[in-house]
């Protein structure tokens, strides 16, 4: 018994081991950021597509203009903060802003990291408005752009006059 046996790391090999680590971490992470800026893309662009399913079928339950606009900290409008939420409301006085006694039917915080949100309608609105007898954009139809900021995923979703979406991949933004 005169050598005994210890279990644990040598220096060198905890050095090595950290020294590996930070190589993989190194080319790893900006794959990282690719996939964490698709999953935005994809999610963004599910969270319009829902929400503006819910906005048609309120505006059609509610008998009430119902509006989807930017919000930043979900009480109100607020032009071009399409990147920071989302705020559906009905809209009794038509004038497209959360007045009191207006009911607020969903928020939906957007807080994008990876790319920036912004819609371009025909009316240069900054909100889209569903109309109370169907359902229908008054003037609303137009386009949501997702301009990535870190790979080339940039998406438009495409809303027509008639309520239809569809989806397009751009290469640039």
């Not at 930070?22 to 994809?42: D, M």
């Not at 999610?43 to 339950?61: C, E, F, V, W």
């Not at 989302?86 to 939906?108: A, C, H, M, P, W």
Request: with cysteine; proline share 2%.
């Amino acid at each position: 018994m005169l050598f005994q046996q210890k279990n644990g790391f040598t220096l060198v090999e905890l050095i090595v081991t950290l020294a590996i680590f930070a190589i993989l971490a190194t080319i790893a992470l900006p794959y990282f950021q690719e996939i964490r800026a698709k999953q935005e893309v994809n999610a963004t662009t599910n969270k319009l597509i829902s929400t503006i399913h819910l906005a048609k079928s309120q505006a059609l339950l509610y008998h009430s203009n119902v509006v989807l606009c930017p919000s930043q900290n979900n009480l109100n409008c607020q032009t071009n903060q399409w990147a920071a939420g989302l705020l559906v409301f009905l809209d009794s006085n038509k004038n497209r802003q959360i007045d009191t006694g207006e009911k607020i039917i969903y928020t939906e915080s957007t807080n994008l990291k990876y790319g920036h949100l912004d819609w371009r309608g025909t009316l240069s609105a900054p909100s889209l408005t569903f109309q109370a007898e169907n359902g229908l954009p008054i003037g609303s139809n137009g386009s949501f752009y997702y301009c990535s900021n870190v790979s080339d995923h940039h998406r438009k979703l495409v809303l027509s006059a008639m309520g239809h979406m569809r989806i397009e991949t751009l290469s640039l933004c």
